[in-house]
């Protein structure tokens, strides 16, 4: 089994910077896409980014010329470097990974969530 574990959500003022970390650990054949999901009080949970073990990666809208999300594929991490940080960003970042058990078998493992509050 996969666990998935984010770090590095925090308080940051609008214009600011935050980096989240996300970390797959444990028995898997593969870890194919990994990514970031968000969801804010009262709003339905939106994909943020994701990059594939390729390293081909995308965004919304919303992020895009903001974030960037990386990864080092050797260890299983992915990081997401988010600046000129915006209230609207507000929200709890889930990270996730697409899991390939030996056999074949695919899931989606996901990470408990971060906090990431932009306010002045």
């Known amino acids: 089994q996969v666990q998935v574990e984010e770090s590095g959500g925090g308080l940051a003022q609008p214009g600011g910077s935050l980096r989240l970390s996300c970390a797959a650990s444990g028995i898997a054949f593969s870890i194919n896409t990994m990514g970031w999901f968000r969801q804010a009080p009262g709003k339905n949970r939106e994909l943020v980014t994701s990059?594939?073990?390729?390293?081909?990666?995308n965004y919304a809208d919303s992020v895009k010329g903001r974030f960037t999300i990386s990864r080092d594929t050797a260890k299983n991490t992915v990081y997401l470097q988010m600046n000129n940080l915006k209230p609207e960003d507000t929200a709890m970042y889930y990270c996730y990974a697409g899991v390939v058990l030996h056999g074949g078998k695919s899931y989606t493992s996901w990470g408990q969530g971060t906090q990431v509050t932009v306010s002045s």
């Open positions: 990059i594939t073990s390729a390293g081909s990666a």
